[in-house]
């Protein structure tokens, strides 16, 4: 495959479409000393002594520049970051787009013209080492003790690993689906804004909550108490984080064998639970593709509604005046029911057919290590998934300044995460089905006994049986 190297100074980074006119440097040259002179110093022989050529490393990424000064920051300051942890290397920085990241990825590795290192989303990792794209990292990690499992926080490994294997290095997140409630409304409807209280509430609790929230004009919704969308592949992993099991089934050895999501009958139970908000209790707008849930939260028209943490630092600079806070999904009316959500970690991984797996190791030992987790939370308040983040200072600082932050890790270790083995394709089964039965086309036991046969079908082509 064709690709355009770019090596991306400062002034040079934010110009992604121009290509890099830096050749490597001449030598510094000094006039020979007369033979009689004394011998040169040190100094003075590094100085005559030829440059030495930086080793490239390339990186591929769906992040980028644009879209907003945070990210035009950040891209900014990688290249430099990344020199002043090791003055050897040199950033060769590609973006691609994450609509065509999987397959573009798949047919350079094909080529044989994969980048040293790169980004992948929890949605193709797994993947892409069953396909023997990546390489497992373990050998790495074993000499590495600064990445070592037992660095990063409870459920930050969930999909970068396969048994004994990791593919993966968690560089951002942890990620979760949380449900965002409107503090003013919640005192307003004189519902519990005690977030012990909360953390106790079961499916009943909370559904009797959105319905004190919620307010009626005649026959109509006009403030949503709970806005219910049609579920979803990560809405399938709350439901089933809730009744304590895990989207997918495990053999005794812990490898995946196939979808467990409706285990404790946890998919039915959830589609039931949807219904009755949506058709009987009526706490939500009707399902429509105009209605703009996050919107509608941050106007203060809808009391709670679902995103996740990467709306944090959003809400808090954007709309400062707006009262908010999260909670996780509630616990199922089951025994073993609990708080759930679904949770994820992007992460770093190195191509199987990398020229310089050593050199992109050296990048991704620089991405996912302390310092620079403490420099992305300072450039756009991105939390980390390692263990000795939240005992920093500059952690602490931000903490004080918004204390919603300490859910994070809270919900990592609650979670079960979100679909990533065959996402694609389970995806596409389970859209059509949820969408049958929220319009009341097809009743919830039947749709999950469908889904559930053509999940282990999925998975078993993939090789999961």
């Not at 991306?8 to 000094?30: D, K, N, Y």
């Not at 798949?106 to 023997?132: C, E, N, Q, T």
């Not at 049958?436 to 097809?442: G, K, R, S, T």
Request: aromatic letters at 10%.
């Amino acid at each position: 495959m064709d690709r355009t190297n770019r090596k991306l100074s400062r002034r040079q980074f934010l110009a992604l479409s121009a290509v890099s006119a830096g050749a490597g440097l001449l030598a510094a040259c000094t006039p020979p000393a007369p033979a009689a002179a004394p011998a040169a110093s040190e100094e003075q022989a590094a100085e005559s002594a030829p440059a030495v050529a930086p080793v490239i490393v390339s990186y591929w990424d769906w992040w980028g520049p644009s879209g907003s000064p945070v990210n035009a920051a950040f891209f900014e300051r990688l290249p430099v970051a990344l020199q002043e942890y090791d003055s050897a290397l040199e950033l060769d920085y590609q973006n691609v787009p994450f609509g065509e990241y999987f397959r573009k990825f798949l047919a350079a590795h094909a080529a044989s013209d994969v980048p040293d290192v790169m980004h992948s989303s929890v949605y193709w990792a797994r993947d892409f080492f069953d396909k023997g794209a990546l390489i497992d990292l373990t050998p790495n990690i074993n000499i590495t003790p600064d990445l070592a499992r037992d660095q990063f926080i409870d459920g930050a490994l969930l999909q970068a690993v396969k048994g004994p294997a990791q593919y993966g290095i968690p560089g951002e997140g942890p990620d979760s689906e949380q449900i965002f409630f409107n503090l003013d409304l919640f005192e307003e409807a004189g519902v519990t804004t005690d977030a012990a209280e909360i953390a106790g509430w079961d499916w009943a609790d909370f559904t009797a909550a959105a319905k004190e929230l919620t307010k009626m004009d005649g026959d109509d919704v006009v403030q949503s108490g709970f806005m219910v969308g049609t579920p979803a592949a990560s809405t399938l992993s709350d439901w089933a984080s809730c009744h304590g099991v895990g989207f997918y089934s495990k053999d005794a050895s812990g490898l995946e064998n196939g979808v467990g999501f409706n285990e404790k009958n946890a998919a039915v139970n959830g589609l039931h639970w949807w219904l009755d908000m949506l058709h009987e209790t009526r706490v939500s707008q009707p399902i429509a593709p105009e209605r703009q849930d996050w919107a509608q939260f941050q106007q203060g028209t809808t009391a709670m509604a679902i995103s996740g943490p990467w709306q944090y630092g959003r809400l808090s600079a954007d709309i400062p005046d707006l009262n908010w806070s999260t909670m996780l999904f509630p616990a199922a009316p089951v025994d073993g029911g609990k708080q759930g959500t679904a949770v994820w970690n992007n992460m770093l991984v190195t191509p199987s057919r990398a020229e310089k797996k050593d050199v992109g190791w050296r990048f991704l030992e620089f991405w996912c290590g302390l310092d620079w987790m403490k420099e992305r939370l300072a450039i756009g308040d991105w939390m980390a998934p390692r263990k000795d983040f939240y005992e920093t200072s500059e952690f602490k600082a931000r903490l004080a300044e918004l204390p919603i932050l300490a859910m994070v890790p809270i919900a990592s270790a609650a979670g079960t995460p979100l679909v990533f083995i065959q996402q694609n394709a389970l995806n596409e089964a389970i859209r059509p089905v949820m969408e049958a039965v929220m319009l009341q086309v097809e009743e919830p036991e039947a749709a999950i006994e469908e889904l559930v046969t053509i999940g282990n079908e999925i998975m078993a082509e993939a090789g999961y049986v």
